[in-house]
T-cell receptor
């Protein structure tokens, strides 16, 4: 699976959009981009995933660049409950072993 | 609540003791994973099961660690002769795996192990 690079931490004002970047320059054609988040003392929670098209669900939007070497997770109206560590991973399926890395610690500020 | 449960939620033990953790996945999920997470790090893959078969083990899983998933339902992770370095959060996740596809993993709340 391709390696990802994320900033270790970010701040976002409550009510504003949180834009979390992820670089995955070695991604291959059959690898998906997945985002999970982990709220303190809980297990990770799935957010969204995509292959090459932008995706949106009730939690977030995922923007993948045309060359697929980077992506951005967008939380449109961040709330204090969105404070968490956000993990970007890429995986091709198969046996589905994934590597989480250290993620981005998002702090939503009142 | 994701539907994946783990027991116990917390375990404190003395060095050298054996501990066993249990994971109950979502009932229709055929894949089950174990991860270990230490402070400030993301979850690290330990092992996974496809139904009852253990298909891969990380090199992190020393001989003191053993995992089972009898009958392809719940799973147990046992650590023998615990060491202080085993102190961590142990996470279980399950997913419904279809041929050639990756589906999101549903994580349990974890078992926090402290070895004194």
């Amino acid at each position: 699976d391709a390696k990802t690079t994320q900033p270790p931490s970010m701040d976002c004002a409550e009510g504003r959009a949180a834009n979390l970047p992820c670089n995955h320059s070695t991604i291959s054609g059959n690898e998906y981009v997945y985002w999970y988040r982990q709220i303190h003392s809980q297990g990770p929670q799935y957010i969204i995933h995509g292959l090459k098209n932008n995706e949106t669900n009730e939690m977030a939007s995922l923007i993948i660049t045309e060359d697929r070497k980077s992506s951005t997770l967008i939380l449109p109206h961040a709330t204090l409950r969105d404070t968490a560590v956000y993990y970007c991973i890429v995986t091709s399926g198969g046996y589905q072993k994934v590597t989480f890395g250290i993620g981005t610690k998002l702090q939503v500020i009142p | 609540d994701t539907g994946v449960s783990q027991d116990p939620r917390h375990k404190i033990t003395k060095r050298g003791q054996n501990v066993t953790f249990r994971c109950d996945p979502i009932s229709e999920h055929n894949r089950l994973y174990w991860y270990r997470q230490t402070l400030g790090q993301g979850p690290e893959f330990l092992t996974y099961f496809q139904n009852e078969a253990q298909l891969e083990k990380s090199r992190l899983l020393s001989d003191r660690f053993s995992a089972e998933r009898p009958k392809g339902s719940f799973s147990t992770l046992e650590i023998q002769r615990t060491e202080q370095g085993d102190s961590a959060m142990y996470l279980c996740a399950s997913t419904l795996s279809l041929a050639g596809s990756y589906n999101e993993q549903f994580f349990g709340p974890g078992t926090r192990l402290t070895v004194l």
